[in-house]
Structures are given as C-alpha cells and as structure tokens.
C-alpha cells in the first residue's frame, strides 16, 4: 500500500523556521521524482519544490524551485530512509498553507498534507 505521510508542520512566527518531512512507503522511492506543493485557503493548489529521482539526478535533472520561495525552503531526499525534506526559512505569513508531498513517476501519489501556518 502506497503512503506519504508528512509531517513538520505547525505554527510559527514570521520569520521563523519550519522543517517538513514526507515519509513514504510502498513503492521505490529512489525512482519517484518528489516535489512539495501547497493550498492556502481559497486558493488553488501550487507548486513548491522539485527533486528529481535517483535516475534522474544522475541523468542532469536538478532542483528546482517556485520563485517565491528560492533562497528560503531547500528541498533534500533521503533515499536510504525513503524520505523528502522541505527546510523553510524567512517564513512570511503568505506561506501559511496545507503542504502535500507528491511522488511522481509513471504514477502519481499524494500525501495528506501538513498545516503551516505562520502568525504572531
């Protein structure tokens, strides 16, 4: 059975930092492209963050990241621990958001999300 379970969230103040894990299970996670999403309320669902697989690393593909985050949340993968990583720094109270993990290959998978929610 496939899983992505994130984990992380929370609230924190402006300016402050958050990590986010994705725990993930049930497939070969080495092979899956992985990319962190978010959903502010009211608003539609956006890209974050991309890490390519394995394969793909190997093969020139690279980090990328939404211009509104570059130079705040690094995206990083454990593949040892089947995992995916979103450090956020600088947080701002825009980026309070539900934020999905999202394994893609020839299939693609979802996680449940984690609230963020960033407020003095």
């Known amino acids: 059975q496939v899983q992505l379970v994130e984990s992380g969230g929370g609230l924190v103040q402006p300016g402050g930092s958050l990590r986010l894990s994705c725990a993930a299970s049930g497939f070969t996670f080495k092979n899956y492209a992985m990319r962190w999403y978010r959903r502010a309320p009211g608003q539609e669902r956006e890209f974050v963050a991309h890490?390519?697989?394995?394969?793909?690393?190997?093969?020139?593909?690279?980090?990328s990241y939404a211009e509104f985050v570059k130079g705040r949340f690094t995206i990083s993968r454990d593949n040892a621990k089947n995992t995916v990583y979103l450090q956020m720094s600088s947080l701002k109270p825009e980026d309070t958001a539900v934020y999905y993990c999202n394994a893609r290959s020839t299939l693609n998978y979802w996680g449940q999300g984690t609230q963020v929610t960033v407020s003095s």
């Open positions: 890490i390519p697989s394995a394969g793909g690393s190997s093969a020139g593909g690279r980090v």
